[in-house]
C-alpha cells in the first residue's frame, strides 16, 4: 500500500477529527500569514452568505443521504447471492467487509452536514453579537467543512461506481 493509500485510510478513518484540524490550520494560517488582506467592508453581504452555506449544506446532506439509500439498497438486493457468486467487483465489495466502511463515509459526511447547519443555524440567529471578521470567519468554516465532506463522499462514490468495470475472475 502507497502512501497516498495510507493517507487516506487515516482519513477515511477519523474524518471529522481531521476536518477540524484542516479549517483550524486554515484560520490560524489566515490570521498569521497575512498573504491574503481581506478588506471586509459590507456586514450585510457577509451575513447573507451563511443562509446560503446553510441551504448548500441541506441540499448536498440530501444527495450523500440519497446516495447512502442506493447503496444500502443494493446491498440488500445482493444479499440474497453469496461472495463466491458475485461477478464484478462491485457485488464483491458489497458482500465484504469493506462495505461497513463505505457506509461509515457516508454516515460521517452527513453527520458532519448536519454539526455544520446546526453550528452556522445559531451563528446566523446570532450575527448581532459578532464582527465582521468573525463572521468572515463562520463563513469559512462552513464552507471548509461542506467542501471536505462532500469531497469525501463523492471520493467514495466514484471508487465504488468505478468497481462496476472491474470483472471478478473465474477461478
Known amino acids: 500500500m502507497g502512501m497516498f493509500e495510507k493517507i487516506i485510510d487515516k482519513y477515511l478513518a477519523n474524518p471529522i477529527h481531521i476536518d477540524f484540524l484542516i479549517v483550524g490550520f486554515v484560520l490560524f494560517f489566515l490570521e498569521k500569514m497575512n ?8 456586514r450585510a453581504n457577509q451575513i447573507n452568505i451563511i443562509p446560503s452555506i446553510i441551504s448548500s449544506d441541506v441540499a448536498l446532506a440530501g444527495f450523500i443521504l440519497a446516495a447512502l439509500t442506493i447503496i444500502v439498497t443494493f446491498k440488500s438486493n445482493l444479499q440474497s447471492k453469496g461472495m463466491n457468486d458475485a461477478t464484478n467487483a462491485l457485488e464483491l465489495i458489497f458482500s465484504s467487509k469493506h462495505y461497513s466502511r463505505i457506509v461509515q463515509v457516508f454516515r460521517k459526511s452527513l453527520l458532519e452536514l448536519v454539526l455544520c447547519f446546526s453550528f452556522l443555524s445559531f451563528a ?3 450575527t448581532d453579537n459578532f464582527s465582521i471578521q468573525t463572521i468572515n470567519k463562520i463563513n469559512i468554516v462552513g464552507i471548509i467543512i461542506t467542501i471536505l465532506s462532500v469531497s469525501r463522499s463523492l471520493f467514495i462514490l466514484y471508487i465504488v461506481l468505478d468497481l462496476e468495470n472491474h470483472k471478478v475472475e473465474e477461478k
Do not use: P, Q, V
Request: net charge negative.
Open 35 to 42: 498573504y491574503f488582506n481581506f478588506e471586509l467592508k459590507d
Open 124 to 126: 446566523w440567529i446570532s
